[in-house]
C-alpha cells in the first residue's frame, strides 16, 4: 500500500541546473499538451511518493515522520484511520520502515531467524516506484541473515557474510517491512522480531573507516495530493527527483522528448515564463492524463486489469507508465503478484459503485476461501480518499488469522456482511463496518498460490442486500 525524498537544485558540489524556454525549441501548443501528459503519467508515481518519502525521512515536524535517512524505524502497531499518508494502507503487518540515501556507500540489511509460521518481507522500492527486489518468507526464507543493498554507482563485490546484493538503479531505495500479526495478543511477538531487524553502513559492517559523507541535499517541498493534480510546479518536484535516477537506456528518447518543454534532470520548469497558449496547453496535458487514469480505472472495476498487471519491476512492466500511475493513485507501494494480490471491490454484482447506504453481502462457497501460502484479508477503505474508515468496533478489516471467531454458515462456507450499521449482534463477527457513504474494499492474499495466480480461483461477487 508512502514519498520519496530527493536532492536540491543546488547540491554543494553537485549538478547544474539549467532552464528551459518552451517558446525557444518551437514547440507548439499541440506538441506541448502531447508531451506534458506523457510526462505527467510517467512522473506521477515518483512525485506522490516524493511527496511521501520527505514527510516520512526528511520533515521532522510531519505527523506522519519516521526515522532520518538510513535509520531502520519499526511501527509495532497495525495502520488505522489516523494514518493518512498513504492511500489503501494495510492494517495486516506491522511495518519497519527504512528511508535509504545511498549515495555514499551501499547498506547491510540484517534479519533475523523467525518461526516458520509467520509471514514477513522486505519489499525494495525505488524512485520510479518499481518493486525491484525482495526478501522474506517467500524468497528469501525466515532463517536469517545479512543483504547488502547497493545504488546505480557501486561496483563492489559481494562481501563475506552477506547472503545476496541488491542493486538498484536509482540512488534512494524505500524499503518496507511486513511482519505477520495474527491476533493482538500477538503483539510483543512481532515487536521481538522487528528488534533483531538490523540497518547499517557497510564500512560499520566490514569494521572499516567512513567513506565521504554524500553532499548535502536541499529539499524541495512537495506538493499536496490535491496540488499533485493541477500545479504546474508538479514538474519541477519531477526535475528534482530525476537527478538520483540514471537515464535508463530505455528511456533515452524519452527524456529528449521531455527536454522539449523543460522536463529533465537538473532542469527548472519555469512556468512564469510560459506563453499563455503554452501554459494552458501544458495544463490540458495533465488533464489529459486523468481522462486516461479514468479509462483505466473502469477496466480494473470490470476486472479486465487486475493488481497484478500494474505492480512490479520495469523488465515486468515494459515501461507501461500509465499501469505504473494506476498503482500509484490506487494503492502506491502494493506488492508484486508473487508476493501479494489484491482483488478489489469497487462494485456489487450489478456493477453499482459501492456505497454505504446499502447493506451488502460476501458469500465464500465451502472449500472456496482465497488460497494463500501465508494469509488472507478483506479491508474497507472509504472513497475517494482510500483511507481506512473509523467505527465503533474498531474493526478495519476481516482475515484469515480471524477465521476462528466467524460464525461459518450452515453448509460450512462463509457469509461476511459489508455495510455501515451492526447486522446484528448474532453476525456482528462476520461484520465488516462500511462508511455512510462511497466505500472500496480490497483483499489481499499473501503469497498467492497458483489458483490465485492463475484465474483458477475467482473472488465472489459483493452482493446487495436486498
Not at 494495510?90 to 540489511?109: F, H, I, K, M, Q
Not at 499533485?228 to 537527478?243: D, R
Not at 476486472?303 to 490506487?330: H, P, Q
Not at 450489478?350 to 472456496?368: E, I, S, V, W
Request: glycine content about 6%; charged content about 20%; some cysteine.
Amino acid at each position: 500500500m508512502l514519498r520519496m525524498a530527493m536532492m536540491a537544485l543546488a547540491l554543494a558540489g553537485g549538478l547544474a541546473s539549467a532552464t528551459t524556454s518552451v517558446q525557444a525549441q518551437d514547440v507548439t501548443a499541440a506538441e506541448a499538451r502531447a508531451i506534458a501528459k506523457e510526462a505527467y503519467i510517467y512522473g506521477f508515481p515518483m512525485v506522490d511518493h516524493y511527496r511521501i518519502q520527505y514527510a516520512y525521512f526528511e520533515d521532522s515536524k510531519n505527523p506522519e515522520y519516521k526515522a532520518p535517512w538510513n535509520t531502520l524505524v519499526n511501527t509495532p502497531r497495525v495502520y488505522t484511520p489516523a494514518d493518512t499518508a498513504i492511500q489503501t494502507p494495510n492494517s495486516d503487518t506491522p511495518y519497519s520502515w527504512l528511508g535509504a540515501d545511498l549515495r555514499a556507500e551501499p547498506l547491510v540489511l540484517t534479519v533475523p531467524h523467525i518461526e516458520k509460521e509467520r509471514y514477513f518481507s522486505i519489499q525494495f522500492i525505488d524512485a520510479y516506484t518499481f518493486n525491484f527486489a525482495y526478501a522474506g518468507t517467500r524468497t528469501t526464507g525466515n532463517d536469517g541473515g545479512s543483504f547488502l543493498l547497493a545504488g546505480p554507482n557501486w561496483k563492489g563485490e559481494k562481501p563475506e557474510g552477506v547472503k545476496d546484493v541488491i542493486r538498484s538503479e536509482t540512488e534512494f531505495v524505500f524499503a518496507a517491512y511486513r511482519t505477520q500479526l495474527f491476533n493482538p495478543e500477538d503483539l510483543d511477538n512481532v515487536k521481538k522480531v522487528q528488534a533483531g531487524y538490523k540497518v547499517e553502513p557497510l564500512s560499520a559492517f566490514l569494521g572499516q573507516p567512513a567513506p565521504a559523507a554524500a553532499p548535502a541535499i536541499d529539499f524541495i517541498k512537495p506538493l499536496t495530493p490535491d496540488e499533485e493534480k493541477t500545479s504546474l510546479e508538479f514538474f519541477n518536484i519531477l526535475n528534482f527527483t530525476l537527478q538520483f535516477c540514471p537515464t535508463d537506456p530505455s528511456e533515452t528518447e524519452l527524456m529528449a522528448r521531455f527536454a522539449k518543454i523543460g522536463i529533465g534532470a537538473g532542469k527548472t520548469f519555469d512556468a512564469s515564463a510560459l506563453s499563455p497558449e503554452i501554459k494552458t496547453a501544458i495544463e490540458q496535458g495533465m488533464a489529459d492524463a486523468w481522462t486516461d487514469f479514468a479509462d483505466m480505472e473502469k477496466e480494473f472495476a470490470a476486472g479486465k486489469i487486475t493488481s497484478g498487471d500494474v505492480f512490479g519491476t520495469r523488465e515486468y512492466l515494459k515501461n507501461n507508465y500509465l499501469y505504473r500511475m494506476a498503482a500509484a493513485v490506487l494503492g502506491i507501494y502494493g506488492n508484486s503478484k508473487q508476493e501479494a494480490i489484491y482483488p478489489v471491490y469497487y462494485v456489487d454484482e450489478a456493477k453499482q459503485k459501492l456505497d454505504g447506504a446499502n447493506r451488502y453481502t460476501l458469500h465464500f462457497a465451502p472449500g472456496q476461501l482465497p488460497p494463500v501460502n501465508a494469509f488472507w484479508s478483506l479491508t474497507m477503505y472509504d472513497q475517494p480518499q482510500s483511507l481506512l474508515v473509523a467505527n465503533p468496533i474498531h474493526r478495519y478489516l476481516l482475515n484469515s488469522p480471524m477465521l476462528p471467531q466467524f460464525v461459518k454458515d450452515a453448509d460450512g462456507g462463509l457469509t461476511f456482511y459489508v455495510q455501515n450499521g451492526s447486522p446484528g449482534k448474532d453476525k456482528e463477527s462476520n461484520w465488516l463496518p462500511a462508511p455512510k457513504g462511497p466505500f472500496s474494499s480490497i483483499m489481499r492474499l499473501y503469497s498467492p498460490k497458483e489458483a490465485a495466480l492463475d484465474g483458477t480461483w475467482k473472488q465472489p461477487a459483493m452482493t446487495k442486500a436486498q
